[in-house]
């Protein structure tokens, strides 16, 4: 009883001197910004603006597309893409990453079969899709979707078999029904591993809808894109990308929020927080 009196106080201690301790600011990346704001303002003084167009010229640029319907009607397009078809990527690789952690038949029949996939890179992939479907829909979701099942089929199979086996056996012998063993024992076990890699299918999934419209798209940011570069409009291309940034970083606040909403748990612990 001394030992766990002793471990509480000391936690509570790291939990009062974590949350006295004055916030640091990373004057670094200021810094860094800063120099690089300065270098490309210098750049677009002395050179075209078909290379470095100056800030303000950005700007203008920005309220001009931001202001107009096709600007929105693009941004949307690709924002819903990459959303709608990560998520069905997301839902049919956590089932054959289920059904390989559960079955080692299944499992030897579909690693070598993402091993394959893995090893073709996402570029062959749009070529494959502009040759395959007419539909340049289709084409967009079979590149996003093949390009992001690997590391959910992975990481799903792998969280599944994370889970120690007196885990399992003790909920097993409170005889749930399947909705409370997902609930209980599944859920939190594979949750810190699926939104792990889907930060990282966030980016991914960006690079490949872009690509994916840059190539064999009509509408959307990559279209845009294309356009821009057929214009020379360098201006254009910067907005465009600041919009695929921002999304981004939006997906990641998302997903940040669904991390301190079902694992607070893992930001309760005041050791943690004194070690960061």
């Not at 709608?84 to 089932?95: E, P």
């Not at 991390?259 to 070690?275: F, I, K, M, P």
């Amino acid at each position: 009883m001394n030992v766990l009196t002793q471990t509480a106080a000391g936690l509570r201690t790291a939990r009062r001197r974590t949350a006295s301790r004055p916030r640091q600011w990373p004057w670094e990346g200021f810094l860094a910004v800063a120099i690089l704001v300065i270098a490309w303002e210098w750049a677009s003084r002395h050179s075209t603006p078909m290379f470095f167009p100056s800030f303000a010229q950005i700007a203008d640029t920005g309220a001009a597309l931001l202001s107009s319907a096709d600007g929105w009607s693009s941004i949307a397009t690709t924002y819903g893409r990459i959303w709608v078809y990560l998520l069905g990527s997301f839902l049919l690789s956590s089932l054959l990453g289920l059904a390989a952690a559960w079955n080692q038949h299944v499992e030897r029949f579909l690693v070598p079969l993402v091993e394959l996939k893995q090893g073709i890179p996402s570029v062959c992939w749009v070529l494959f899709a502009i040759i395959w479907f007419k539909e340049a829909e289709t084409r967009i979701a079979f590149v996003v979707i093949t390009s992001a099942l690997p590391a959910f089929f992975y990481q799903a199979r792998d969280a599944l078999r994370s889970i120690p086996r007196d885990w399992v056996d003790l909920v097993q012998s409170l005889r749930p029904t399947p909705w409370q063993k997902a609930r209980i024992l599944w859920w939190p076990a594979v949750l810190p591993s699926l939104l792990t890699v889907w930060r990282i299918n966030v980016g991914n999934a960006t690079r490949v809808t872009i690509m994916a419209e840059l190539l064999g798209g009509i509408t959307g940011i990559g279209h845009e894109l294309r356009v821009s570069q057929e214009l020379f409009r360098m201006d254009q291309t910067i907005v465009w990308t600041a919009m695929l940034v921002l999304f981004v970083i939006a997906s990641n606040q998302v997903l940040s929020l669904v991390e301190r909403r079902y694992l607070a748990y893992r930001h309760s612990d005041g050791v943690r927080n004194d070690a960061a």
